[in-house]
């Protein structure tokens, strides 16, 4: 399949590399467009010619065809991560994972926002993310701990023994010590002063 899609790509490349050039030299010369035309009228009357060139037609739609399902199908593929169970195939949607991430790291009191994309190859599954945090904490240890978190649910979560690669972008730092704040201590109701012995 994979040098089928080689050669069909080199045809297809081919195919426009020549009409381009023909445009081109068509503009550059406009009485050669005639002799093209009374080429091609003297050619469409030969049986062995006609029949050729319906031929390279179907052809060509063959080829341009198969070019659009083998795009399509990686842009699918790129779009999901997919493993087998025992009981059938399982594919899992990247934008699926993403939500699951948003809502992971919202929980996090130290990011006000995180927005994640993924993309799943044969090394591994890369996630890039852009953090908008709250002001107060120590920058390369919040990281560190989005990226473990996330590493480590990701890998329960979808099995996967691949490498899993967390990159961060902090976008923004805004002021706040965290979405959740500190709650303060509860009044016991009790307003007099201890006395201690003496």
């Known amino acids: 399949m994979k040098i089928f ?5 080199f045809i297809y490349t081919l195919l426009f590399s020549i009409i381009g050039a023909t445009l081109i030299a068509l503009s550059l010369r406009t009485e050669s467009l005639d002799v093209i035309v009374n080429t091609v009228n003297s050619l469409s009357h030969t049986d062995n010619v006609r029949l050729g060139m319906a031929l390279t037609g179907l052809l060509l739609i063959f080829i341009n065809i198969s070019i659009a399902r083998i795009s ?6 790129l779009k999901t991560i997919a493993f087998d169970n025992p009981y059938g195939r399982v594919t899992v949607s990247l934008a699926a ?5 948003k809502k992971l790291t919202n929980k996090m009191p130290e990011i006000k926002e995180l927005r994640s994309s993924i993309s799943a190859n044969k090394k591994g599954v890369e996630v890039a993310a852009r953090a908008i945090l709250y002001s107060g904490g120590n920058i390369p ?3 560190e701990k989005i990226q473990n978190a996330i590493r480590i649910k990701l890998q329960e979560m979808l099995g996967l023994e691949e490498t899993v690669t967390i990159k961060i972008d902090v976008a923004k730092i805004v002021h706040g010590e965290s979405k959740f704040p500190v709650k303060a201590p509860e009044d016991t109701g009790f307003k007099g002063e201890i006395e ?3």
């Open 5 to 9: 899609s080689v050669i069909a790509i």
């Open 72 to 77: 399509l199908g990686k842009m699918r593929r």
């Open 97 to 101: 994972i993403e939500d699951y991430i």
């Open 141 to 143: 240890e919040i990281t």
């Open 196 to 198: 201690y012995g003496k």
